[in-house]
């Protein structure tokens, strides 16, 4: 039988304050749980504490404590202060960055149960998906992604000292409006920041080595009447078009872009291709970690390391996260990705623990199966939203959450309720919920198609619309004056229906910004 003061020396803490040792006292609980007991993967882990201005700054800069400086990121900070003061909006207890070491970011108002709380959620959840998730493995650099930043920042306060803040601020303007465009959907080869940085030194140094002003000197050939004309099959060719990347394609092959200007747009794009992984795996990402820290967290409070009052605190802040409101309820504000991921991971669990004949008739190799941890790390490493709901969202939990598909069409008058949760409707309403994560769905399949560099230079662009929706015309018509900027001449896009190739609109001839010469 355990008396008090064996039960007292197991505790962790016993109040709200922390200290640094603490801290370290319960990272090191939280590990032996995840990582002996769970067999988590995560990168070893490098625990800050930040005041709430610190967090908020590193809100506004894209979630990255070390970044650029731009105009937009003060504008952000300025408006989430100003909510969170008046009381309008919270902070996240932390903020995690995917790199090696995996950096957890915590607050310091967070009472020592939050502490823990978030550390196991971020340090040991997030890292864990980070490192072992395959989209991940192939999009980002986590062992170099702080040398990049910080090699970004320098970049971009040098040029602002040598080209001005204005020229800076106007190309990153441009280059930040084109951001999603600006991705390698497929990638080519595995992102290497190191080897970017090192091709960067490399250039600057052989221009340095070699530059010579008698080149300005020399007349420019101009095309003679005689010279034919290549044709739109050999430029698309010659160009690799089409080509649905529009920041690599201004870098490589804008007319009137300095070096300087080209390294801007490549640092823009090394960033949106870092972030990519994380819009296709909201739901899983934070699911994972939310699943982590509910095991760990339970496991601490049945082992004595934690008191029943830490544990209430927990419960009350871990409902909070996973709370999701109905649909006539004003707080709705469409699917909370925490509760999505969360319930589909328990479930799963469930599954395997306590499964039903629907359970084995649908998912016959996890109704059952007690392993459910391989289950979920398999999971975690193979998929992302979209995939992950169409595979493991089950009948059952779409009775207890009340889905049902609707069709939305603006030529109706009336919604209609295509499926409900029923046996006739239970793939289609999964297919419909999985659609929504789908990101060719959501971001507009725009390409370069044509460029004539030795005639008009006039670039190209198409856009090909999906379901109907063409694009919002102020907002086109802003992004398309920024891409003309960096091109430096005219930008034309045409809105095609890809079932007959009709042309549903156009944008003819935007031209750049005069101030950008």
Not at 118 to 124: G, I, K, R, S, T
Not at 310 to 327: G, I, R, Y
Not at 449 to 470: K, M, S
Request: hydrophobic share 40%; charged share 30%; proline share 4%.
């Amino acid at each position: 039988m355990i008396n008090r003061f064996e039960a007292d020396a197991r505790l962790l803490y016993t109040g709200p304050d922390w200290d640094y040792r603490l801290v370290k006292k319960a990272y090191d609980a939280i590990e032996r749980i995840a990582v002996d007991e769970m067999g988590l993967d995560p990168y070893p882990s490098q625990i800050e504490v930040i005041s709430s201005e610190q967090m908020l700054d590193a809100y506004a800069s894209m979630g990255m404590p070390l970044f650029y400086r731009h105009w937009s990121f003060g504008k952000h900070f300025a408006r989430d202060e100003m909510l969170y003061r008046k009381g309008m909006t919270g902070l996240a207890y932390e903020i995690v960055i995917n790199s090696n070491p995996c950096l957890c970011y915590i607050m310091e108002e967070n009472t020592m149960t939050m502490q823990t709380l978030v550390m196991a959620h971020a340090a040991f959840g997030h890292s864990h998906f980070f490192k072992n998730n395959q989209l991940f493995k192939a999009w980002t650099d986590a062992d170099s992604i702080l040398d990049y930043l910080d090699f970004a920042k320098r970049y971009v306060a040098e040029c602002e000292e040598r080209y001005g803040a204005e020229a800076v601020e106007q190309v990153l303007d441009a280059a930040h409006a084109l951001m999603s465009h600006g991705v390698h959907r497929y990638p080519r080869r595995t992102l290497n920041l190191k080897r970017e940085m090192e091709r960067e030194r490399e250039r600057r140094r052989h221009e340095e080595q070699t530059f010579s002003d008698l080149w300005r000197t020399l007349p420019r050939r101009k095309p003679e009447d005689g010279d034919e004309d290549p044709g739109l099959d050999a430029r698309r060719r010659a160009l690799g078009l089409p080509e649905e990347n529009l920041l690599y394609f201004l870098e490589k092959r804008a007319p009137k872009l300095a070096h300087w200007q080209r390294e801007l747009l490549r640092i823009v794009r090394m960033v949106a291709q870092y972030f990519y992984p994380q819009r296709q795996t909201k739901v899983m990402n934070e699911g994972c970690a939310t699943t982590v820290h509910y095991a760990i967290m339970n496991r601490l409070h049945e082992t004595g390391q934690i008191t029943d009052g830490a544990f209430m605190e927990f419960l009350h802040a871990h409902t909070n996260v996973v709370f999701q409101p109905e649909f006539d309820d004003r707080r709705f504000s469409g699917i909370n990705p925490y509760a999505l991921g969360f319930g589909i991971l328990q479930d799963m669990k469930r599954m395997g623990e306590n499964p039903t004949e629907e359970d084995r008739r649908w998912f016959p190799d996890i109704a059952g199966n007690p392993d459910y941890l391989g289950t979920w790390k398999s999971a975690w490493a193979e998929y992302r939203d979209e995939s992950f709901i169409l595979q493991f969202l089950s009948p059952r939990l779409m009775r207890e959450w009340r889905l049902f598909s609707v069709t939305d069409d603006a030529d109706e008058a009336d919604l209609k309720v295509e499926a409900i949760h029923n046996e006739a409707g239970y793939r289609e309403v999964r297919r419909a919920l999985a659609a929504q994560y789908d990101l060719a769905r959501h971001e507009p399949d725009i390409q370069v198609v044509d460029v004539d560099l030795t005639g008009d230079r006039r670039l190209i662009l198409e856009h090909r619309v999906l379901d109907g929706r063409l694009l919002e015309e102020r907002n086109t018509l802003m992004v398309l004056r920024h891409l003309a900027n960096l091109w430096g001449y005219p930008v034309s896009l045409v809105e095609i229906d890809p079932r007959d190739e009709d042309i549903l609109n156009a944008y003819e001839d935007v031209e750049p910004d005069r101030r950008m010469d």
